[in-house]
Each structure stands twice: as C-alpha cells, then as structure tokens.
C-alpha cells in the first residue's frame, strides 16, 4: 500500500540514477552522456538519506556510470545496483519472486577523493573501494 507521508510507511524503495552533470557546450552528444563528480550533493543527497533515515530503505541505483554512495551504502537496508532493470524486475527481486546474481563490471569507489587519485589509463585502481571489480551477493 502507498502512502501520502514517508513516516506512515514500513519501508520505502527508491530508485535513483548515478549522480552526474551535463557537459555544457557539446550540443546534443553533451547531454547524452553525464560528466563530473560521481557523488551525490546538496538537497539531493539530504533527501535521499532523510528518507534511508525515517523508514527502512531499499534503494536502487541506475548506473550508467560509477557512482561515490558510502552514506547510502551504509544507512539503506539492502542496495541493489542495476544497468537498466525495469520496475517489475526490481519489485520481483524485492519480494523474492527472483534471486538476484552479478557482478560488478565496475569499481564503486569509497570517496571523490580516492577518485580523483586513480590513474586516468589503468582500471581498478581506486583506493579502498566501496565495492571492488567483480564484487555481488545473491540469495
């Protein structure tokens, strides 16, 4: 059941994309692709982990590119990372219709910082990632 005001609800699943800015100035192919800072920031961010704060959360990351989540990571109860899962194969995840199975083709990293020290040519070098290359659980 839906409800109007996220303190009347058990739980809440949020679905949300990897953080990213348009490149400005490259005309239509600028904003196809998402540049910048992998983490979330300002009101964004606040709401995000308001909500993980209120209720117990489940939250479902779209990511198009690698993304820096340590606070939600650590706050939600489950987070589930997908590259284009639609809203029935999440809800079947969640309700146990489905055992979920992967791995991480890419490295969640722990922080900008870390980020911004990886070598732009070598692949998996982030320091202490969040989530190394290859990591995934199922059930």
Excluded: C, W
Aim: proline share 6%.
């Amino acid at each position: 059941t839906s409800v109007e005001k996220i303190s009347d609800a058990d739980m809440a699943i949020i679905r949300i994309k990897a953080p990213g800015q348009v490149l400005e100035g490259m005309g239509l192919l600028g904003r196809m692709f998402n540049s910048g800072d992998l983490d979330f920031k300002g009101k964004e961010k606040t709401k995000i982990l308001k909500t993980i704060n209120t209720v117990p959360t489940i939250v479902d990351i779209y990511m198009d590119r690698p993304a820096v989540i340590p606070e939600i990571a650590i706050a939600s109860k489950a987070l589930l990372i997908d590259f284009g899962a639609s809203d029935e194969a999440l809800l079947d995840i969640v309700f146990g219709k489905f055992a979920p199975y992967g791995r991480l083709p890419i490295e969640i990293p722990s922080s900008m910082s870390a980020v911004k020290k990886q070598l732009e040519d070598l692949p998996h070098d982030s320091e202490k990632p969040l989530y190394a290359f290859g990591f995934g659980l199922t059930y």
